[in-house]
Every structure is written in structure tokens, then in C-alpha cells.
Nanobody
Framework: QVQLAESGGGLVQAGASLRLSCVAH????????VAWFRQTPGKDREFVAA????????YTRYSLKGRFTMSRDNARNTAWLQMDSLKPEDTAAYYC???????????????????WGQGTVVTVSS
């Protein structure tokens, strides 16, 4: 069972940057993708970005491209979400999740991912 731990959230002003970290323990072949989701109260969990541990390929939600980028370091079992030019609407709890990767496309539905971290809160003030 993969165990995930996020860190890096905080309170920042609009326009600032943050880098969220996700450390994964117990990765398996069936959890080649690590993804970030975010959620605000009363709303569904929303896909942000994903990366493949084995290939390094990434996929970012279209509306976030150019501001959010994922990277990973396999030796450190760590994946990062770099968030630049943050906006108040980016305020949310951010979760990393582990799940399958088809090798061609990433799943964006949260129910596809079976391991989740506890979340880290990002607050962007205007």
C-alpha cells in the first residue's frame, strides 16, 4: 500500500509561488502515476496535474498550464507541484494521490486513485 505525505502549503499573496511536495513510500507498478488534486468546501475534488514515475511524462489541467508544473525525483520518492503566479481562486486543500498510468494518458477522475495523502492547504490572498 502506497503511503503519501504532502507538505509545502501556506498563506501567500497573489502573484507569489509555492512548491508542494509529495513523498511516496511503497510505490508499486500499479501506482506509476502521482497526481495532485485540489478541493474547496462544497465542491468536488478537481484534477490539477499528474506525472509518471517511470517516464517523467506529465499532464496538467488545461486551465493551469503555464502556471503549474510537476516534477519528480525517483531516488527521493518525491514529486513536486510548482505553482507560480498564484491567484486567489487557487486557494484550496491540495492532495497528492497514487494510481495507474496507461502509458498514453493520465486518469483525471479521483476515484481512479486509491492512495491519498492527508492534504496541505494553500491560501492565496488578494
Amino acid at each position: 500500500q502506497v503511503q503519501l505525505a504532502e507538505s509545502g502549503g501556506g498563506l501567500v499573496q497573489a502573484g507569489a509561488s509555492l512548491r508542494l511536495s509529495c513523498v511516496a513510500h511503497g510505490r508499486t507498478e500499479g501506482t506509476d502515476a502521482v497526481a495532485w488534486f485540489r478541493q474547496t468546501p462544497g465542491k468536488d475534488r478537481e484534477f490539477v496535474a499528474a506525472i509518471s514515475w517511470s517516464t517523467g511524462e506529465t499532464y496538467t489541467r488545461y486551465s493551469l498550464k503555464g502556471r503549474f508544473t510537476m516534477s519528480r525525483d525517483n531516488a527521493r520518492n518525491t514529486a513536486w507541484l510548482q505553482m507560480d503566479s498564484l491567484k486567489p481562486e487557487d486557494t484550496a486543500a491540495y492532495y497528492c494521490a497514487a494510481g495507474p498510468y496507461t502509458g498514453r494518458y493520465f486518469y483525471t477522475e479521483p476515484q481512479t486513485y486509491d492512495a491519498w495523502g492527508q492534504g496541505t492547504v494553500v491560501t492565496v490572498s488578494s
